[in-house]
C-alpha cells in the first residue's frame, strides 16, 4: 500500500485485483487511532484476501474524516484528514466507524 502525507491529509493507496468488489472491502476504524482495511473474494481460494493494519500516532488523524473509495480500474484509496498541530482530541465514544462500500 502507497502512502501519502501532506500537513492536512494523510492518502492510502493499492491496486486490487478486478475480482476485488466494491462490497467485499471493509475499512474499520478501532481504538487506539487504527484502520483495519481488509479486501476479501470469498468466493475464490488463491489471491482473494488482502488485509493492513493503519496506525497513526496519538491524535494525529481525525478518525471522522476517514474516506474510502474503489475505482474502476481496482485502486483503492483511503483519505484521512490530520488534526491541526495543537488539536485537542476528544474522549472517544461510540465503538468507532465501520465502512462498507
Same mark, same amino acid.
Given at each position: 500500500?502507497?502512502?501519502?502525507?501532506?500537513?492536512?491529509?494523510?492518502?492510502?493507496? $493499492? !491496486?486490487?485485483?478486478?475480482? @476485488?468488489? +466494491?462490497?467485499?472491502?471493509?475499512?474499520?476504524?478501532?481504538?487506539?487511532?487504527?484502520?483495519?482495511? $481488509?479486501?476479501? /473474494?470469498?468466493?475464490? &481460494?488463491?489471491?482473494?484476501?488482502?488485509?493492513?493494519? !493503519?496506525?497513526?500516532?496519538?491524535?494525529? /488523524?481525525?478518525?471522522?474524516?476517514? #474516506?474510502?473509495?474503489?475505482?474502476?480500474? =481496482? &485502486?483503492?484509496? @483511503?483519505?484521512?484528514?490530520? #488534526? +491541526?498541530?495543537?488539536?485537542?482530541?476528544?474522549? +472517544?465514544?461510540?465503538? =468507532?466507524?465501520?465502512? #462498507?462500500?
Amino acid at each position: 500500500m502507497a502512502t501519502q502525507s501532506s500537513s492536512t491529509l494523510h492518502t492510502f493507496s $493499492v !491496486i486490487l485485483p478486478r475480482t @476485488i468488489l +466494491p462490497e467485499m472491502v471493509t475499512v474499520s476504524a478501532k481504538k487506539g487511532d487504527r484502520l483495519d482495511v $481488509v479486501a476479501d /473474494a470469498w468466493h475464490m &481460494e488463491h489471491d482473494c484476501h488482502y488485509g493492513w493494519e !493503519i496506525s497513526f500516532a496519538p491524535g494525529d /488523524a481525525d478518525m471522522s474524516t476517514v #474516506r474510502a473509495r474503489l475505482n474502476q480500474d =481496482g &485502486e483503492l484509496t @483511503i483519505e484521512v484528514q490530520r #488534526r +491541526p498541530p495543537g488539536q485537542t482530541c476528544l474522549a +472517544p465514544t461510540g465503538t =468507532g466507524l465501520r465502512y #462498507r462500500f
